[in-house]
């Protein structure tokens, strides 16, 4: 191609078909070879299986799952797990699938070509084929899945591997599924022991509290009120008994002196003047009785007894005065009197009353000092009971839930136990592949076949660039930087030796030149 100028369409046409073998021959060629290069790698043939996710038999309203793990993260763990030695070398062993110390490259081989990945299937339990379920409304019920692939050169070892690592990936999990129900439960029964004994912890730290400050609490405000209104009503009824007591005792002595110095009077004395001289004082005793009490009152029947013997008395002074000898003797015999000795026991027994309410009225008083003092509680008190019941709540609170929370541990782990949970189950068994899943020589073929023509069309775009041919006059134009003037026929033996007018009237007459690609026949100049 001559210096670079600007292409047209023409131009491009005209690339195209001198160019469209080197293209072709690479383009048919590659193919070929990446049919024949894809013979050179190992195959590898693919075996599948499905496991599928069998939910819990029992109902989750009633039981709850103890592992509620992502189903794609504990798939994750189970990939993790499944290509441990410890797991891989017993399954080698098992199937007999390596010599003596080759067990270490297959279980290299295994970890590189075994892939476990969750899915959704169709497929129901038990069956070979994918089916469908279709639930009333039309809606397919899928179920999640564990698709495991390996491969391997030998299709035979795939799939003995895949059904191998299937059953071990369903062991397993039901053994991860225990463990995590027995850890879970022997977790909740060691917190529910720790919050048991924080929980006892504070009830006794309230019970304590309870002792030291009895009566103090904020719960005991309204009984303390209750409880000091009750101590004032007695004190003010044993108060008003003592005021009693002491009025009655005074009276009472009262009448016992005027009753001495009446029998006093009478011993000393037997003449009837003095007997009547008290005769008429307790005749005015009884006149200012009888202002105040009624005749049924104590005293006024006491003062009349007294007036009647007073009088009794004055008579037998007076009878006695006709026998001298009899009224010696009388005097002689006289004690004292009966009511003086009533006198006596009533002032001890009013005694006995101002000495019974001075004491009850100093240990009421007492109380009320003590309630009172009860009642006006310190802020100090109070908040420390604030605190300590708030932390006896948490404690309670934080016992009950870990308590239910250990009680729904053991009905899973007991449900795990008995196989009634989430199980994975076969749900199609590993495949004998075959043909091979790598190399796919359809694949290699298309590679070979884009990179040929990738190559063609490299090679023709450097050939093309690499060409400096004239092959038209505006290629001409260019190269030499003129005007064209004229265009001369190719002189040779295929050349056409008649005349052509160039459209001007002018006739073109030969030239040698070089044969041009649009004009086999020409030379343009």
């Given at each position: 191609m001559a210096e670079a100028r600007e292409l047209t369409m023409d131009d491009y046409l005209a690339i195209v078909r001198r160019r469209l073998r080197v293209v072709l021959i690479p383009l048919l060629i590659a193919p070929i070879g990446g049919f024949l290069i894809s013979y050179v790698f190992t195959p590898k043939y693919t075996s599948h299986a499905v496991i599928l996710v069998e939910g819990q038999k029992v109902p989750s309203a009633f039981v709850q799952p103890v592992i509620t793990a992502d189903f794609a993260t504990r798939v994750e763990?189970?990939?993790?797990?499944?290509?441990?030695?410890?797991?891989?070398?017993?399954?080698?062993?098992?199937?007999?699938?390596?010599?003596?110390?080759?067990?270490?490259?297959?279980?290299?081989?295994?970890?590189?070509?075994?892939?476990?990945?969750?899915?959704?299937?169709?497929?129901?339990?038990g069956a070979t084929t994918p089916t469908t379920k279709k639930k009333p409304s039309g809606v397919d019920e899928s179920i999640p899945s564990v698709n495991v692939d390996y491969s391997d050169s030998s299709p035979d070892r795939a799939q003995r591997i895949c059904n191998a690592m299937a059953q071990l990936i369903i062991n397993e999990n039901l053994r991860n599924r225990a463990d995590i129900a027995n850890q879970t439960t022997s977790f909740l029964t060691r917190e529910v022991s720790d919050a048991k004994q924080a929980l006892d912890d504070q009830d006794a730290k309230m019970a304590d509290f309870k002792k030291r400050y009895a009566g103090q609490l904020p719960g005991d405000l309204e009984n303390n009120m209750r409880v000091l209104t009750a101590l004032s009503s007695q004190l003010d009824?044993?108060?008003?008994?003592?005021?009693?007591?002491?009025?009655?005792?005074?009276?009472?002595?009262?009448?016992?002196?005027?009753?001495?110095?009446?029998?006093?009077?009478?011993?000393?004395?037997?003449?009837?003047?003095?007997?009547?001289?008290?005769?008429?004082?307790?005749?005015?005793?009884?006149?200012?009785?009888?202002?105040?009490?009624?005749?049924?009152?104590?005293?006024?029947?006491?003062?009349?007894?007294?007036?009647?013997?007073?009088?009794?008395?004055?008579?037998?002074?007076?009878?006695?005065?006709?026998?001298?000898?009899?009224?010696?003797?009388?005097?002689?015999s006289a004690n004292e009197p009966a009511d003086i000795r009533q006198l006596r026991l009533q002032i001890h027994q009013y005694q006995q009353?101002?000495?019974?309410?001075?004491?009850?009225?100093?240990?009421?008083?007492?109380?009320?000092?003590?309630?009172?003092?009860?009642?006006?509680?310190?802020?100090?008190?109070?908040?420390?009971?604030?605190?300590?019941?708030?932390?006896?709540?948490?404690?309670?609170?934080?016992?009950?839930?870990?308590?239910?929370?250990?009680?729904?541990a053991?009905?899973?782990?007991?449900?795990?136990?008995?196989?009634?949970?989430?199980?994975?189950?076969?749900?199609?068994?590993?495949?004998?592949?075959?043909?091979?899943?790598?190399?796919?020589?359809l694949f290699f073929m298309a590679g070979g076949l884009g990179a040929?023509?990738?190559?063609?069309?490299?090679?023709?775009?450097?050939?093309?660039?690499?060409?400096?041919?004239?092959?038209?006059?505006?290629?001409?134009?260019?190269?030499?930087?003129?005007?064209?003037?004229?265009?001369?026929?190719?002189?040779?033996?295929?050349?056409?030796m008649s005349f052509h007018g160039n459209g001007n009237g002018r006739a073109r007459r030969p030239f040698w030149g070089r044969k041009t690609e649009d004009h086999p026949h020409e030379v343009k100049v």
């Open positions: 763990a189970l990939s993790a797990e499944m290509v441990s030695t410890t797991k891989l070398r017993p399954m080698i062993a098992g199937l007999d699938l390596a010599k003596p110390g080759e067990e270490g490259k297959l279980i290299d081989d295994i970890r590189s070509n075994l892939q476990l990945s969750p899915g959704i299937s169709s497929m129901a339990p009824t044993t108060t008003q008994s003592l005021n009693r007591a002491q009025q009655d005792k005074a009276y009472a002595e009262s009448m016992l002196s005027q009753q001495l110095a009446a029998w006093k009077n009478s011993q000393s004395s037997a003449n009837p003047q003095t007997l009547e001289q008290q005769l008429t004082l307790l005749q005015s005793q009884l006149l200012q009785l009888q202002a105040r009490y009624t005749d049924d009152y104590p005293d006024v029947i006491k003062t009349k007894a007294d007036i009647a013997k007073v009088q009794a008395r004055l008579d037998e002074i007076n009878k006695a005065s006709s026998n001298p000898s009899q009224a010696a003797t009388d005097k002689a009353v101002i000495d019974q309410s001075t004491s009850e009225q100093k240990r009421l008083q007492a109380s009320i000092n003590s309630y009172e003092a009860r009642t006006s509680m310190s802020p100090d008190i109070e908040e420390q009971w604030k605190v300590l019941s708030r932390d006896y709540d948490s404690a309670q609170k934080f016992y009950n839930d870990l308590l239910s929370k250990k009680s729904s053991d009905l899973g782990t007991n449900m795990e136990t008995h196989q009634e949970g989430e199980q994975l189950i076969i749900g199609q068994s590993a495949n004998r592949p075959q043909t091979p899943a790598f190399p796919n020589r040929g023509l990738g190559l063609g069309v490299i090679i023709a775009i450097w050939l093309e660039f690499s060409d400096k041919s004239i092959r038209t006059e505006r290629d001409a134009a260019v190269a030499m930087d003129l005007p064209l003037l004229i265009s001369v026929p190719w002189v040779g033996d295929e050349a056409d």
